[in-house]
């Protein structure tokens, strides 16, 4: 069976600085990657390059077993969902919520003159009906508070029925109310054997789902630890990622982490 993702040593150089180097990761069919790493580690730059978006300096990557460099990255990106920071620029603030997910199916961020299919309309309300969103296909995406936003923005990378879901920092900015429910969704999502294979980057273990199966922790571009939660997520590998001596916790299926008192 093809792998999901495959990066074999990959690096992406710029201005003479590598921000991923040499990163070999994959992600077979049906996996739930959590990617953690502080900030400027290159989770942002990896993720574009699993999404497509970004070619690597060197290396090679393979998405849903296409050869990047060699396929038709339009088609390629039909088959990956993907929701992030960097999305929530290129949506307009004046279109609907609706058009917001509908608009995945066509490839494009924006409206133009194109006609819905019905089928797509109920799909895309069926999908903000699961992240939590009835009521508001009509409301515009400019007036929705960041969980709003974030939850809209999971919905429309699903709207493709993705083989590959990438989200990027989804509970970011949320309260707490907000980041649990996000957590129960994305929970009941990455535990539907349906649902596609997924990598998460956050920055914090209390944000990893339940049903979340593999880690992956980069620090400086490169990769420090890789492979299943239950080996790989340990207090010291933590530590030497965010570069501080920390405590780790399990509660049943969730996590916490904090630093270890001074003295
Ligand atoms: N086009 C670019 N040219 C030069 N440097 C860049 C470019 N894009 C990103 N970088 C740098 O690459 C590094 C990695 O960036 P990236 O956005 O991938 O980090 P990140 O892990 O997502 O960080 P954060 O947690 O803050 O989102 C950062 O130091 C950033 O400043
Ligand atoms: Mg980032």
Redesign the pocket.
Known sequence: MTDVLELVDVSVV??G?A?ISDISWSIAEGERWVIL??????????LQVAASYLYPTTGTVAVLGEKLGSVDVFELRQRIGLAGASMLDRVPRDQTVLKTVLTAAYGMTATWQETYEATDESRALALLDRLGMRGYEERTFGTLSEGERKRTLIARGLMTDPELLLLD?PAAGLDLGGREDLVRRLGALAQDEYAPSMAM?T?HVEEIAPGFTHVLMIRQ?KVLAAGPIDTELTARNLSLCFGLPLTLERHGDRWSAQGLPLG
């Open positions: 710029r201005e600085r921000l790493g502080p900030n400027g580690a290159g989770k942002t730059t990896l920092e980057v920055h571009g």
